[in-house]
C-alpha cells in the first residue's frame, strides 16, 4: 500500500515533468512575416508594456519598458566582450517576450529584422535600407530625427556620414506619447533619438558577414566574431543596427541606454536568430559549448563555463549558461522560422 502510494507520488512527478518540456515551441519571425494586424499587435504591447508599473527598482525607472533599459545600463560593463553576451542578451530577449505576453496580453511572438535583408552590398551609402517597413510610420517604429550637430564629445570616435540625431517624429514611439526617463535626469524625461549612418548600416550588415561568423568552428570564436572589436575600423554585425540606426545621438547607439529604442529586441533577436542557426549545426556539441571571458575583451583570462549564472536583476531570476543553450527545453521555449 504504501509502495503504491509512493509510485503514483513518482508517477505525478514524471508526468508533471513531461508537461514542462517545450513541446510546441512559438515560432519567432522576421518582422515582414508578420500580417499587419499581428504588427499592430506587438507595437500595442511595446507601448503597454511602457504603461505598466517599473518592478525593478533602478534608477528612474518609472515603467516596466523603463525596467528593461535601466537593467541592460546598470550591467553595461560586464555583458559585452564576454563569453556570456550572447546568452545574456538571449535571456533578456526572451524575458521581454514574455513581460509582453504576460503583462499587455500579447499573443504573438518576438519578431526579429533580419538586416541582412536590406543591406545593400554594392553601395555602402544607399539610403534604401532605410526604406524598409521596419521604419514605416504605420507599418514598422517610425523613422529618423532631424539632423542635429555633433560636437567632438558626443562623437568621440569621429564617425562620418551622420544623417540625424533628433526626435523620431513619426509612428507610434514619437513624442509626447513614448518618453524615456532612463539615463534622463529626473523629471526630465527625453524623447527616442534615431540617427541613421547610411554605411555602417549596409557595411556591417552585409549577408558575408554573417556568414564568417556562422563559419566559426566553436563557441568562442562564434561569440568573439559577433563582437569583434570595439572599434569601428573593422565591421562587426552586432554594431550594424546599433550604429547604422542610433549613430552617435541615438538612443541605439548609446551602448548603456540602447533598448530604449525598441528596435533593439528585432535587432538582438536577429543576433539570437544567428546564434541559433550556428547552434543547428551540430547540436549534439553545441548545446553543452560555452567558452570567452568573463571580463571584457580578457582573452588570456578566466573564461565562462556551463555553471556561469547569469543574471538580469530583478526581471527573472538568475539562471546558468547551461539553462539558456536549448532554446527548446525546459527552460527557454522558441524556434525560428528560419
Ligand atoms: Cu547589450
Request: hydrophobic share 35%; with cysteine.
Amino acid at each position: 500500500m504504501h509502495f503504491s502510494k509512493l509510485s503514483l507520488g513518482v508517477l505525478l512527478l514524471v508526468l508533471d515533468c513531461i508537461a514542462d518540456i517545450c513541446e510546441n515551441p512559438p515560432i519567432r519571425k522576421e518582422w515582414r512575416e508578420l500580417d499587419l494586424d499581428e504588427r499592430h499587435d506587438y507595437i500595442r504591447a511595446v507601448r503597454c508594456l511602457a504603461s505598466r508599473p517599473a518592478i525593478s527598482g533602478l534608477e528612474n525607472a518609472i515603467t516596466h519598458f523603463d525596467d528593461f533599459q535601466a537593467t541592460h545600463s546598470d550591467q553595461t560593463p560586464s555583458i559585452h566582450w564576454v563569453g556570456h553576451f550572447t546568452l545574456w542578451h538571449r535571456y533578456f530577449v526572451a524575458t521581454y517576450e514574455k513581460a509582453l505576453r504576460e503583462g499587455c496580453g500579447y499573443k504573438g511572438v518576438q519578431p526579429y529584422w533580419n538586416w541582412s535583408l536590406d543591406a545593400s552590398s554594392t553601395n555602402n551609402s544607399s539610403m534604401k535600407i532605410f526604406e524598409t517597413d521596419i521604419f514605416s510610420a504605420h507599418r514598422g517604429f517610425g523613422g529618423n530625427g532631424k539632423y542635429l550637430t555633433a560636437n567632438a564629445t558626443q562623437n568621440p570616435f569621429n564617425l562620418t556620414g551622420r544623417t540625424g540625431g533628433g526626435c523620431v517624429e513619426d509612428g507610434p514611439f514619437a513624442p509626447p506619447d513614448f518618453m524615456l526617463a532612463v539615463g534622463n535626469p529626473k523629471g526630465q524625461p527625453d524623447c527616442l533619438r534615431r540617427d541613421w549612418i547610411p554605411w555602417i548600416m549596409n557595411y556591417f550588415a552585409q549577408q558575408s558577414l554573417v556568414d564568417d561568423v556562422l563559419a566559426q568552428p566553436d563557441y568562442t570564436s562564434f561569440a568573439r566574431a559577433l563582437e569583434n572589436i570595439p572599434s569601428f575600423s573593422e565591421p562587426n554585425i552586432h554594431g550594424g543596427a546599433h550604429f547604422g540606426v542610433g549613430g552617435v545621438l541615438g538612443t541605439l547607439g548609446n551602448s548603456a541606454l540602447s533598448p530604449g529604442d525598441p528596435l533593439f529586441f528585432l535587432h538582438h533577436c536577429n543576433l539570437d536568430r544567428i546564434f541559433w542557426e550556428w547552434q543547428n549545426q551540430d547540436l549534439p556539441t553545441r548545446f553543452h559549448q560555452v567558452g570567452g571571458p568573463i571580463m571584457p575583451l580578457d582573452y588570456g583570462g578566466k573564461n565562462v563555463t556551463l555553471d556561469f549564472e547569469v543574471n538580469i536583476g530583478k526581471l527573472a531570476s538568475n539562471t546558468t549558461l547551461e539553462s539558456l543553450l536549448n532554446t527548446q527545453g525546459d527552460f527557454l521555449c522558441y524556434t525560428y522560422s528560419g
